[in-house]
Each structure stands twice: as C-alpha cells, then as structure tokens.
C-alpha cells in the first residue's frame, strides 16, 4: 500500500470512512439505532427508579438494592447467555426486549397506584436479571451481520461511543424530566425505548447466524447433530461460557484484563464520589466529573473508529487497562485539581480500548454456537468485579486513608494487568489472518457462514504444494483430506476418462469424506498447484455443525457423485 491511500484513511476521513462501513450495513445499523434508543431510555428509567427508592428508603435502600441487584445479573446473565445459543439470537433479544416492556408497565403501575416497596423491588430486580443476557445475546448477533473482521471492530467502537453518549444523556435527560414530570412518565420512557428496540430488532434480517443451538437443531435427513455439549443439563450449558474461556489461556487472560477493569469500574463508582467531597471538597462536582468521563469517553470511542483494522487488539486492550491503573495511582500521590481532572480524561480515553477489544476478540476466538454464553460469562465476572470494587473501596479507605487506599487498588491492577500482558503477543499472532482467508470466503460451499467463523476454519487448513504432473487423489483410494485450490490447475478423471478440469476457488474431496467411501476419481496437477487441505476431522466436524453448509457440500457431491 502507497503512503498517499494510507493517508486517505487516518483521522476524521478514517472515523467517516468507518461510520460509513457500519451505516450502510442495513442490518448492522437497525441494531445500532436499536441500542441507541434502548441506552438513552434505559439509563433514563434506571435513574428514577434510584430516585423512588431513595424517597422511599434513603440512602440504605438504594445501596442494598443495587448490590442485590447486580449479585443476581451476575448469575442471570450466563442463564439467559445459554437460552440464545440454543435459538436464533434476534428472537432472543426481541423476547428479552418484550418481557422488560412488561415489567417496566408492571413497575410504572405499581409505582402509580402506591402498590408497596415490593412491588417496585421485584419487577425491578427481574428487570435487571432479563436485561443481563441482552448484550451477549447482541453480542453474539453482531458478527453474523458485519462483512469483515474492521467493520465489526467499526461496529463495536460504534456502539461504544452510543454506549457513553446515554450514559452522559440518559440522567440528564432524566433528571430534567423528574422535576417537570416526576417518576412514572420518566420510568414509562424506557418502555419507549424498549418498543423502539424491539421494533427495529424485528428488521434486522440474519442470513448467515449458525444453524445449530447447543446440538438441538437436526440435519438433513431428520438424524441430530452432533455437538460436545449432547447430553449435558442445562446448568453445564449455562455454565458452557466459563469452561471454554478455562480452557484457552489468551481467553483466561482476556478476561483477566475485564475483571481488572470490572474492578475498577467498581472503584471509580465510589471514588468519584469521595474525590468531590474529599479532595475537591464540593459534593456537586461529582456532575462535572462524571461530564468529563463521559466526554473523554466518547472521544476515545472516536480514536477507536479512526483506527480500526489497524491496530492490535490485545495489546491496545492492555493499554486500556493500564489507562485505569496509572492514573489511580497519581490520583493518590498527586490529588491536586489538575491530576484529578486528567485522571478522570486518561480513564474515559482508555476505556473504549477495554470494550472494543470485549466485542472483538471472542467472536475470533471461540465457536459461534458458545458466543453468547462466552460474552455472558466474561460479563458476569465483570460485574462481580464491579461489586466486588465498589465493596472494598471504602474499606481500603478506612483501613488506609483515601490516598494511600487509591495507590494500593491502582497497583494491584497493574500487577494483574501484567500478568495477562504476558499472553496479548500470542493472542494478536491468532487474530492476524490465516493464510487463503480471502479465498476461503469466495468459495460457495461456506457462504452461508459468518467472517468469524470462516476466519476460524481457515485456522484449521494445512497448505501443500505440488508439481505439475503429480497425482494428488488417486481413485479407490482411502478418503482423508478436502482440498481447496489456492493457485493452478487440476484435472479430474475416472476410469481414465476426464470429467472435468478445476481452478482457483475450486473443491474436490468431498464426496468420500461426506459418504465415508474410497476416493471415487483421480485428481492430477495439470501446474504447479497451491493447495489447502482439512482433515477428514475437521471437515466431518464443520459438516456435522453447520446445516446449510452440509446441504450446500452435500448437493455438490450428489452432483458429481459418479452413475
């Protein structure tokens, strides 16, 4: 690539040349006006609901219940996780979207009509139980609708910035309708909002999400597909998110690296508080504080945009949390205006690093029929972190003093954050693309497959080379490899008659894999030929999978299958 295109698409023309990839992404961007609306009204009703509960039991019961509140997410959100992989994630999101519409009218009326504390606190503990398994559940949506490995990094710095932008908007907007229109109109805008999801949800048009949900979908011919999970409870599926993040060191670090900043999260909670009372001494600047994080949190949402595709995502995501950890640690040795005003612009600058890097790297990592259990699990240890924070933090500051408190958690961070650097290079090496992932994607036969999910397969091809005139399949032999043409040409005999000659993008191997029979014809190099291969066990894993892709393989060889 020439200097003069690479300048093309830094800066502003490289943030309009992203926003541009998702916009005209029909499907990606109703899911994005959808979180849009969803977000603003969500943080809207979330903050009269607080304000209902402090009038009705001050301080106390706004602490005990949102800690109730978030201890129950946690665990709900890996339930709901394991409901979407077993069905189509969009009609997953749209129930989710149509139950909170409910309780919300549940809680507008309970609230209206004077029906009681447990009223409100119930349907209001349901609602954030449901609304946990929302994101992973979109999350897992997402990369069956983007085109490429960028615009889902565009997407998902995309949804980041709406996500700070309503949680700058969303109180505000609140905390000027509650005094023009107090609680119930302000709690009814998010049933607004959830309509408004719900409707442009309904739009979005998935033709590429994956067949099978946790092994109980059929293939063709009426016999059940095989899946690793065939037999297991569903709390084992439930639970499915955290085994395969176990089982894979650069997930365990990954989300080591969100528990840090989960963490933290959690700190700054409480912190932001206790540094407008204590460090600045005005109690009301908590507002500006909060104006500033958001503001520098969008910004860095933008950075994200101009640099997508162009960065490394696990080492960047290191740096986010890095941008949490240091600050922390100033902000206890320097705790003057100036570092406290730069403390709260580094965090919302890096935060965006932290998130973009969550919605990116597992749907490269993981299998597709996991995902959303994956993004559940990763953010239910991320709100037990934040639980866990915003508990220990004023004890710290008891025990300690709040400078030295601050100094001790961004430390420890950083000791944590270390430890999970160590595997960022090698997680980068498996998000750098595999070799013929660009062909792969041309080929008919996996069309019906997700960029994340070819990319995946595409791990698994071996390359082989051979010369012109070398006989690559010999008819009658044992079946063991399907091939894809990278480079050359290929001819195709039975019975030493040509049937046909084959070239880039082209496939052969199927039909012995497929039907478990001894080659059925000779393929012979016609040049020196570029090859990539799948083992038969591979190959039988992708077919016994994916449904439409073994329909798809299946047609060819009932076409080639000799009379």
């Known amino acids: 690539m020439t200097a003069p295109v690479e300048e093309e698409v830094r800066g502003l023309a490289a943030v309009r040349a992203n926003v541009r990839d998702v916009w005209v992404n029909r499907n990606v961007r109703r899911l994005q006006l959808a979180f849009i609306g969803s977000e603003i009204t969500d943080w809207a009703y979330a903050m009269a609901l607080l304000v209902w509960a402090y009038q009705e039991g001050g301080a106390a019961l706004v602490g005990t219940w949102a800690g109730v509140r978030a201890l129950l997410a946690a665990f709900a959100g890996p339930v709901g996780g394991a409901i979407a992989d077993r069905m189509s994630r969009r009609t997953f999101m749209m129930a989710n979207d149509a139950v909170r519409l409910v309780l919300v009218l549940v809680i507008a009326a309970a609230i209206h009509f004077d029906l009681g504390v447990w009223a409100v606190l119930v349907p209001g503990t349901l609602l954030t139980m449901v ?63 959830l309509v408004w999801s719900l409707l442009l949800v309904s739009g979005v048009h998935v033709e590429r999400e994956a067949d099978t949900r946790a092994g109980h979908e059929e293939a063709d ?55 407008a009372a204590e460090m600045i001494g005005d109690p009301n600047a908590v507002g500006w504080l909060n104006a500033i994080l958001g503001v520098a949190t969008i910004t860095g949402g933008l950075v994200m945009l101009a640099l997508a595709g162009r960065v490394r995502l696990g080492r960047l995501m290191v740096l986010g949390v890095l941008g949490w950890c240091v600050p922390l640690v100033l902000l206890g040795l320097v705790p003057e205006i100036v ?10 600058l890096s935060d965006p690093m932290v998130n973009v890097g969550f919605g990116v790297i597992p749907p490269r990592l993981v299998p597709d029929r996991v995902l959303s259990r994956v993004f559940a699990a990763i953010e239910s240890q991320f709100i037990a972190a ?21 100094v001790a958690i961004g430390v420890g961070g ?55 005139g070398d006989v690559i399949v010999r008819e009658g032999e044992v079946s063991d490899l399907f091939y894809v043409i990278e480079s050359g ?46 083992s038969r066990e591979e190959f039988l894993a992708l077919m016994s999978g994916e449904r439409r892709v073994r329909a798809l393989t299946s047609d060819l060889a009932t076409r080639r299958q000799p009379v």
């Open 339 to 348: 570092v406290i005003v730069a403390v709260f612009v580094l965090i919302g």
């Open 131 to 193: 609304a946990a398994s929302f994101r992973p559940a979109q999350g897992g949506l997402l990369p069956s609708l983007v085109e490429s490995p960028k615009q889902l990094t565009s997407a998902n710095a995309t949804a980041e910035i709406v996500d700070s932008t309503a949680a700058f908007i969303g109180p505000a907007i609140a905390g000027v309708l509650l005094g023009v229109m107090g609680i119930v109109p302000v709690v009814l805008l998010g049933a607004f909002g």
């Open 489 to 534: 040409e290929v001819e195709v005999t039975q019975d030493g008659r040509l049937i046909r000659t084959e070239t880039v993008g082209d496939v052969f191997g199927e039909i012995g894999l497929l039907r478990d029979v001894p080659r059925t014809a000779t393929v012979t190099a016609l040049t020196d030929t570029e090859l990539l291969t799948l």
């Open 221 to 275: 011919g009426g016999e059940p597909e095989a899946e690793d999970e065939e037999g297991e409870s569903f709390w084992a599926e439930a639970t499915g998110g955290f085994r395969v993040i176990f089982r894979d060191r650069d997930m365990v670090a990954l989300s080591g690296l969100l528990a840090v900043n989960g963490l933290l999260a959690g700190v700054l909670m409480v912190l932001v508080v206790i540094v």
């Open 386 to 406: 934040a639980s866990l924070g915003a508990f220990l933090t004023p004890v710290l500051i008891s025990i300690m003093g709040l400078q030295s408190a601050v």
């Open 414 to 468: 950083l000791v944590v954050t270390g430890l999970c650097a160590l595997r960022m290079p090698h997680l980068d090496s498996r998000l750098v693309a595999p070799r013929g992932l660009d062909l792969l994607r041309e080929v008919p036969l996996f069309s019906p497959l997700t960029p994340s999910m070819v990319e995946q397969m595409a791990r698994t091809f071996e390359p082989r080379s051979v010369l012109a």
